[in-house]
C-alpha cells in the first residue's frame, strides 16, 4: 500500500547533491591527508643551533640542482615548495647571528645570508655508577680520543647519491619515552660534560632498533662512550646513528629500507641503563632528531 500523499517526505539530499557533498568530502579526507603527510615528509624549521635552516636557492624548474656549500661543507639540496632550497644543519656551537651559504651558480660563487637566533637548552645532570666513565684512565682516554677522531671522519661522509633524493620522510627507530632530549647541557657525577647532541629513548633490553630512514649502513662499531653504533647514509650528508646497542645485524654497505631492524637495544658503552641513543647528523653538524619526526599532536 502506498502512503497518502499528504504525509511529510523524509528530507533527503537529491541524488547529485549528494554525489557533490560526498565529492567534497572525499576532497576534504584527501585535502587533510595531503597536509598530514606534507608535515611529516621534511624536518621542521629551527634556525638555533642544533636546529636546521631552509634556505632558498633556485627556482624548482632550474637544472641542474644548484650546489651549496655551509662552512665548507657541501650541503644537502631538495626540492621544497616550488624551489630548489638547500637543508642546512647548524651545529650546537654556532653563535646566534647572520651567517652564509656559498651557492655555487654557472657564473661563479654567491653568498646567501641567514639568521640564526640563539637558543639556550636545559641542564641534565647525570650519575653514573662508574666513575671510570667520567674521569677517564689514561688508556680509555687515548681509546676514546681514537674514537672521537674516527667518529669525526664519519659524521663529514657525502654521498651524492645521483638521481636519488634523500629519504627526509623519518619514523622513530624504536617505539618508547623520550627520556633525554637533544641539546642538554650535561653534568655527569657533578662534572660537566660535552652537550647531549642526540635523542634517548627508553627501551628495554633487546628491543628491536629501526632504520629512521632508508639508506646505506654507512659503519659499525664498538666505542667506548657511544657503544655498539650503527651508522645509517640517507644521502647527501644526512646520516642517522644508533648507539648503546646490545646487538649489531647489518654491515656496511647493506642497503635498508625505512623503518627495516638494524640492531637490539641495549647499555653498551658509557649509559646509565638500557636506551636508545639516536642522533641525526646534516652537513657534518649534529643535529635535533625530533626536527625530523611528525610533531607531537
Ligand atoms: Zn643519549
Known sequence: ????????????????????????????????????????????????????????????????????????????????????????????????????????TPSGTQAVAFTVRDKRYPEQRITLKNQGMVTLAPDDAARAEREIEEIRALKRHWQAAPGQAPDLDFVRPADGRLSGRFGLRRVFNGEPRAPHVGLDIAVGRGTPVKSAAAGTVLATGDYFFNGKTVFVDHGQGLLSMYCHLERIDVRPGERLARAQALGRSGASGRASGPHLHWSVILNGAMVDPELFLAPPP
Not at 554525489?19 to 611529516?40: E, F, P, V, Y
Not at 626540492?79 to 647571528?97: I, M, S, T
Open 1 to 104: 500500500m502506498s502512503a497518502p500523499t499528504t504525509r511529510p517526505r523524509r528530507v533527503a539530499p537529491a541524488p547529485r547533491a549528494l554525489h557533490a557533498q560526498k565529492t567534497r568530502m572525499r576532497l576534504c579526507t584527501l585535502l587533510l591527508l595531503c597536509i598530514s603527510l606534507g608535515a611529516t615528509a621534511a624536518p621542521r624549521e629551527a634556525r638555533v643551533p642544533g636546529g636546521v635552516a631552509y634556505v632558498t636557492l633556485a627556482p624548482a624548474d632550474a637544472a641542474p640542482a644548484p650546489q651549496a656549500r655551509f662552512a665548507g661543507a657541501p650541503v644537502l639540496v631538495t626540492r621544497r615548495n616550488g624551489a630548489w632550497q638547500a637543508l642546512v644543519g647548524l651545529p650546537l656551537d654556532l653563535p646566534a647571528g647572520e651567517h652564509r651559504l656559498e651557492v655555487l
